[in-house]
């Protein structure tokens, strides 16, 4: 048994930039949407604009702008909490594998 003092995602700032990559080089997409407020996605942003010709859009799920982002983005948008909220999946959700919890800190 151990305590986890901090949890954090790993590795999905990684996938965004590999797909969006992959998806411009294979031409599966005229432009696309990056959901996220990470700076680390603006070297694969330029290159999907510069290489491709992609348009890139950012919407930002954060109250805290990254000007990175902002500033390389061909557009952006802020993503308001009601709505964001508004979105979000039920609290617990069953299928046929089961029950799903949304951890309570979300």
Excluded at 13 to 23: C, E, G, K, R, T
Excluded at 58 to 63: K, L, S
């Amino acid at each position: 048994m151990v305590n986890v003092l901090k949890t954090e995602e790993k590795g999905s700032d990684v996938n965004i930039a590999s797909y969006l990559l992959v998806d411009a080089f294979n031409g599966d997409c005229e432009q696309a949407i990056i959901v996220s407020n990470d700076s680390d996605l603006k070297t694969p942003i330029e290159m999907v604009q510069t290489l491709f010709g992609t348009r890139v859009g950012v919407f930002n799920p954060h109250e805290k702008t990254s000007w990175a982002l902002r500033n390389v983005a061909d557009f952006y948008r802020p993503i308001r909490k009601g709505p964001l909220s508004a979105s979000q999946f039920s609290n617990r959700l069953t299928d046929s594998r089961g029950t799903i919890t949304k951890p309570s800190s979300w």
